[in-house]
């Protein structure tokens, strides 16, 4: 009797050591399956990131082209085929009337919808968005960049790809200073890097005593 009660223990203590170990087993992969989803995460932030990096490189690529383009080139008028002949008694005009119309129509389809160049002297998107996040005391969005920019300058018809392109722009430049809060990307200026002028001016200027 006392046997049988001597291997049922260690059958029961054999058990609960297999139990803890599972246990501990199942905390160590749900900690590694948690880091794992954290940097996946971290990796798809980058990516989205890099993605818009590459936009606004090759958007101030073309924005530059279109700023510096000559006046709009205009569209050749359509070439008018001879008419033909209509019988006698037929009126031709309600037909001519509607030939014209789809020719303006054809012209405006045809024209090419080409960037309005910069004024001289007017600042460049960048700068006005530039501004516009220097002079907030808060951080602000992309969203909110583009509805300030667009009251203020409604010359300026920039959409909220452009004006989110211009903004990791300034972040890639250290212009600028990324942060999300939550699902939200928001955006500071930093502040500008110290000139060598002002360097120097500093070491020139006397110790306090």
Do not use: W
């Not at 960037?115 to 700068?127: D, F, I, M, S, Y």
């Amino acid at each position: 009797m006392s046997d049988s009660n001597t291997l049922k223990s260690q059958y029961s203590a054999q058990v609960e050591a297999d139990i803890e170990r599972n246990a501990k087993e199942q905390e160590r992969v749900a900690a590694e399956l948690a880091a794992l989803q954290e940097q996946l995460q971290t990796l798809d932030h980058d990516r989205t990131l890099l993605v818009g990096m590459r936009e606004a490189l090759s958007g101030q690529g073309t924005a530059a082209v279109a700023e510096e383009a000559p006046v709009a080139p205009k569209a050749a008028p359509p070439v008018e085929l001879p008419k033909a002949r209509k019988p006698k008694g037929e009126s031709a005009a309600p037909k001519q009337r509607a030939k014209k119309a789809a020719g303006k129509k054809d012209t405006a389809k045809k024209a090419p919808t080409v960037a309005q160049p910069r004024t001289p002297g007017t600042p460049t998107l960048r700068e006005l968005v530039l501004n516009l996040i220097t002079t907030s005391t808060e951080p602000r969005s992309a969203a909110e960049v583009t509805t300030t920019l667009a009251e203020t300058h409604p010359e300026r018809k920039a959409g909220g790809t452009v004006v989110r392109n211009t903004l990791e722009s300034l972040v890639a430049r250290g212009q600028a200073e990324r942060t999300k809060q939550n699902k939200s990307v928001f955006y500071t200026a930093l502040p500008a890097p110290a000139t060598a002028e002002d360097a120097a001016g500093k070491k020139d200027a006397p110790a306090n005593a």
